[in-house]
């Protein structure tokens, strides 16, 4: 069979590039390596085997995931120590039951006594038992608990004592080092992300709790991590792939964006100063992180280059998306004749976790123009 | 089989009240038919053969789609009267080649002479013909031509002589509408597209070429349109589910939402005044239509009912979204106790055609908490 070249392929498509990848894997592996602690790399980014293994090799194989549709399709491909990280309720464990019941070290999280109730109840009329986190608020104001909250020995008690629970350990997610920009502020959200699950693991110990686990992260925070003492793992997703909004804070450059919407030019529109391509607001999502600081660039819906991914013409970008089109415009007069009708463009995203889940498959390059492999992603719930 | 109730499904998943879609669905086909022109429902929204059957019951079997998936799928159900609404390439020829073979009436759009020659070539290569209509841009500033161009006579002509290819008329969107709120904006804007689409038809056979189709439409133009002489369609698509910007703009009230996502309330944050769901940024989509004209209420990233879709608290919205989660608020006190964790929501759209987008089934129930139907979508490209 003729190899496929991204030329042939229908548009709009998702591009992987494997060299990129693979770089992005090694160095966030050798830092996490260097901070002597474990990678617990988040798959809800890439929802990959394939991508899964080039980010555990020289790691141990263990994963997180945020559905647990990504933890049956990792489990069903061999991973089985994984943290399912949104908080777990009752009426999902009968879903959870057979990983468990197949050996699958599956984990999840909560910070409440309530949920912990109903899950022990469902738990033990299964007769499973459940290793859970205890989810920790560091800053994000998402989900969790505070470090200091009087409800903290109250839930690793009930998580030791309660037959179908098992406590696991603490987990926080720095969400909030997204508001901040320079290195310094990142290092200080790291700090604090660190500084609170140890006091937490220290409040639990001095109970007499196990907390085997103390898993931290983001792929902004683990970046920015100094000195990580009494952490056991961290977990970060998006640095496997990059994108604009990771790169306006510092986590990588433009050049480490490793996915792309391969599109085709449908119109020009030379009144307007600008063209059309057949990828909207479904090709590329609708994420907008890169208009959130008004202080670095902002790529509307998109970062346009060219087919090969080499070269950006002057501040290319989607400026608008509607459902099946996208508006391209750039700084200064538009060049047209360089972009003809039926040409292709690549889009780098805002966001790669929001963009990439638009899609069911990897169109997979290294550099060139040759699909060297196509790879599935497991979408939805 | 015992049927299944709301209460067992998983969630995040999407809900569709057959009730409300069949109101819909009557109410804008007779208000169509009173205008005395045809009604070519937008399939972008629904993406489903089922929907699509709802929405022609006493209406002609012609449709519009927004992908060649679409025309696909459509076709391989039956229905033959297709128009693709998206400017069509010549690289895109050879996919809708067999769909041509096999005799079904899928029409294109374009608006220049270029692409136009391109398409030609392929068509003549592949000895098919390929209907095409003009795309007149008559305030959306996205595709088509101004109808004073001076290229609308000469593409007109080279579409009527081009061996491979045949002049189907005009086609026309006014997505503008979109950006104003009051009945006598929205009749200006549905005046302003038909007077732009009788200009350039009567341009046309004027001239002696052939214009059998006169295509407008948008759901509020639709929903507008004053006398339409000289039009003989109207194109218009998300009035079939309605959504929180269409009743901000009037073209459908809130208790005409036909689709939701319903979702598990999986953390309470009593110290933040909010909940959590498990339906975020992928679940909802980012869409913040809402949030565009600061005049009326923007419904954060969805508007929340409770699980029978009967009633709202207070303005309960999503006010934040990560990518599983979701952030519920208020006004004033937070009610806790009548939305405990494990409990569920039904969050209705900002925009129904990206949400929906997100999923790949809709689960149809009619008023009641019973599945009455499980109906399949084809997203993608």
């Given at each position: 069979?003729?190899?496929?070249?991204?030329?042939?392929?229908?548009?709009?498509?998702?591009?992987?590039?494997?060299?990129?990848?693979?770089?992005?894997?090694?160095?966030?592996?050798?830092?996490?390596?260097?901070?002597?602690?474990?990678?617990?790399?988040?798959?809800?980014?890439?929802?990959?085997?394939?991508?899964?293994?080039?980010?555990?090799?020289?790691?141990?194989?263990?994963?997180?995931?945020?559905?647990?549709?990504?933890?049956?399709?990792?489990?069903?491909?061999?991973?089985?120590?994984?943290?399912?990280?949104?908080?777990?309720?009752?009426?999902?464990?009968?879903?959870?039951?057979?990983?468990?019941?197949?050996?699958?070290?599956?984990?999840?999280?909560?910070?409440?006594?309530?949920?912990?109730?109903?899950?022990?109840?469902?738990?033990?009329?299964?007769?499973?038992e459940m290793t859970i986190l205890i989810e920790l608020d560091v800053g994000d104001c998402?989900?969790?608990?505070?470090?200091?909250?009087?409800?903290?020995?109250?839930?690793?008690?009930?998580?030791?004592?309660?037959?179908?629970?098992?406590?696991?350990?603490?987990?926080?997610?720095?969400?909030?080092?997204?508001?901040?920009?320079?290195?310094q502020e990142m290092q200080k959200v790291a700090a604090v992300e660190h500084d609170a699950?140890?006091?937490?693991?220290?409040?639990?110990?001095?109970?007499?709790?196990?907390?085997?686990?103390?898993?931290?992260?983001?792929?902004?925070?683990?970046?920015?991590?100094?000195?990580?003492?009494?952490?056991?793992?961290?977990?970060?997703?998006?640095?496997?792939?990059?994108?604009?909004?990771?790169?306006?804070?510092?986590?990588?450059?433009?050049?480490?964006?490793?996915?792309?919407?391969?599109?085709?030019?449908?119109?020009?529109?030379?009144?307007?100063?600008?063209?059309?391509?057949?990828?909207?607001?479904?090709?590329?999502?609708?994420?907008?992180?890169?208009?959130?600081?008004?202080?670095?660039?902002?790529?509307?819906?998109?970062?346009?280059?060219?087919?090969?991914?080499?070269?950006?013409?002057?501040?290319?970008?989607?400026a608008r998306a509607y459902q099946e089109h996208g508006i391209v415009t750039c700084d200064?007069?538009?060049?047209?004749?360089?972009?003809?009708?039926?040409?292709?463009?690549?889009?780098?995203?805002?966001?790669?976790?929001?963009?990439?889940?638009?899609?069911?498959?990897?169109?997979?390059?290294?550099?060139?123009?040759?699909?060297?492999?196509?790879?599935?992603?497991?979408?939805?719930?």
């Open positions: 069979m003729i190899p496929m070249k991204l030329s042939q392929l229908d548009t709009p498509c998702l591009v992987l590039d494997h060299g990129i990848l693979s770089r992005n894997a090694q160095i966030m592996g050798r830092h996490i390596r260097s901070l002597g602690v474990t990678l617990r790399p988040h798959m809800k980014t890439a929802k990959s085997i394939d991508v899964a293994n080039i980010a555990l090799q020289g790691n141990p194989r263990c994963i997180t995931v945020s559905t647990l549709k990504e933890a049956e399709y990792f489990a069903s491909h061999g991973i089985t120590d994984i943290i399912y990280a949104v908080s777990m309720v009752a009426s999902k464990v009968d879903r959870a039951a057979p990983l468990l019941r197949d050996g699958v070290d599956l984990k999840f999280i909560l910070n409440n006594i309530d949920s912990a109730q109903d899950i022990a109840k469902r738990a033990s009329e299964l007769k499973i998402r989900g969790g608990m505070m470090a200091d909250s009087a409800e903290l020995l109250k839930l690793g008690r009930f998580l030791s004592e309660t037959p179908g629970l098992k406590l696991g350990g603490l987990l926080c997610h720095a969400g909030n080092s997204y508001h901040y920009r320079t290195t699950a140890l006091f937490a693991t220290q409040k639990l110990r001095t109970a007499g709790l196990d907390c085997p686990i103390v898993s931290i992260g983001s792929t902004p925070t683990a970046k920015h991590a100094g000195t990580l003492t009494g952490i056991t793992e961290i977990r970060c997703g998006v640095y496997m792939f990059g994108d604009a909004f990771q790169a306006q804070i510092h986590s990588c450059t433009l050049r480490d964006m490793a996915v792309s919407v391969l599109a085709t030019v449908i119109c020009h529109r030379r009144d307007l100063n600008c063209m059309l391509i057949d990828a909207g607001s479904l090709a590329l999502s609708q994420d907008r992180s890169t208009a959130a600081d008004g202080l670095s660039e902002d790529v509307g819906f998109g970062l346009v280059m060219d087919e090969q991914a080499q070269s950006r013409y002057n501040g290319m970008r989607v200064g007069d538009f060049p047209f004749d360089e972009y003809p009708i039926g040409s292709r463009v690549r889009v780098f995203p805002n966001h790669a976790c929001i963009m990439t889940a638009q899609y069911d498959d990897y169109q997979v390059v290294d550099g060139g123009d040759e699909i060297i492999h196509t790879w599935h992603r497991v979408n939805g719930w």
